[in-house]
């Protein structure tokens, strides 16, 4: 038998899981799959937006593999804390993946970044998606408009929740605390800004057609920003994704006749954040330099300045990972280095250690990427398995974790906090609602 642990329980740590027990080359493989919450599925339940069903329903794949006989859910177990070190869980594992994913977003390294009412987007998703961790912050606040800086995925995501209406998300799993002041929100213009053109940025078309469909809102693009893109004229040239883009912004810029709505989304480009403004000791808007193409694929400032007021600032400029404690780290990357995901220690394989993920290859790519990158970590692992099998371990590594005064969640656990968040949205006339602190949540574990 070959015991593997994978800490981490969003899609890469899943899909390594899967990779392992599905295969036949290898018998009698049997993985635990660590995370540090109670829950299971990663940026999957804590990233992807409430009101994208589709989207959060690969949950039911990802359940799929969590269920299988030789597979294990282990949560509330956090590695890198309370001794539980690199090196003491391969004494208990012939081999450890680690699929930590990329848990800090990146900076803007701006004046002012930091006043009171200036926040990454990873805080304000963490929020309105219960996160245990997450700030119980006002966000919304006293806030009447929003910019939000940054032109992917996630800034789409965060400009298309505070455009919404609350009859909107009343049906999604946002937790009670965040749909109330979401409710009350006074927010009715939200900026999203980026320093390049329309034809660089990293939204992908099903995400940006999106704002143009919201009920309350309607999305306002100003033609003069999109005159500086050298593809806007002609994007025939550029990859399809990238040319649908320009199509749905120059859309937006040429219409006309737009019926009144309550809330507004500007779509700015070519604008970098030079300074975060202060007004009363908190964020009062942003300062932003004009740029220009340099003609080498980046922008250069020009030396002209415009104010966008806003008493709310979102950064969704990218995610960069974390070390863990214990393994090495790439800083100037932000992962862990490795060659096909074996870790590397002073440039040579270390036994029995793996990488898959974001922590692998950096915060790159869409929740399918996953898959292939999993796949070969899986298999390096495989072809270690003769020499690995021959470590001594653990004979049973979830009495070791209890013996070192681990408190695992299990499966049963965590069925048991499904079925808590399902009453607990029956209470509230609503769909199944999400416990957003730990102590709800271990409760509901029986962990309490």
Known sequence: MLRVAVVGSGPSGVYTAQSLVEQTAVPDVRVHVLDRLPCPYGLVRYGVAPDHEKIKSLQNNLRTVLEHERVGFVGNVEVGADGLTPGRLLELYHAVVYCVGAARDRRLGVPGEDLPGSFSATDFVSWYSAHPDAAADGFVLGARSAVVIGVGNVAVDVARILARGPE??????????????????????????????????KF???????????????????????????????????????RR???????????????PRERVIRVRFFLRPVEVLEQGGRAAGVRFERTVPDGAGGVRGTGAYEDIEAQLVLRAVGYRGVPLPGLPFDASRGTVPHAAGRVLRDGAPSAGEYVAGWIKRGPTGVIGTNRPCAKETATSLLADAPALARRTVADDPLAALRAWGVRPVEWPGWLSIEQAEAALGRTLGRGSVKIPDWPGLLAAAGRD
Request: net charge negative; proline share 9%; no cysteine.
């Open 204 to 242: 992908t078309t099903k995400e940006l057609r999106e704002l143009g469909g919201l009920p309350q809102a309607r999305v306002v693009v100003d033609p003069s920003d999109l005159a500086l893109d050298p593809a806007y004229a002609d994007p025939a040239g550029l990859p399809a994704v990238n």
């Open 168 to 201: 909107e998300l009343h049906p999604t799993d946002v937790p009670e605390a965040a749909l109330g002041a979401l409710a009350a929100s006074r927010v009715r213009e939200v900026h999203m800004v980026g320093r390049r053109g329309p034809s660089q940025a």
């Open 245 to 259: 883009n320009v199509e749905v912004v120059r859309a937006w810029a040429e219409a006309t006749g737009w019926e």
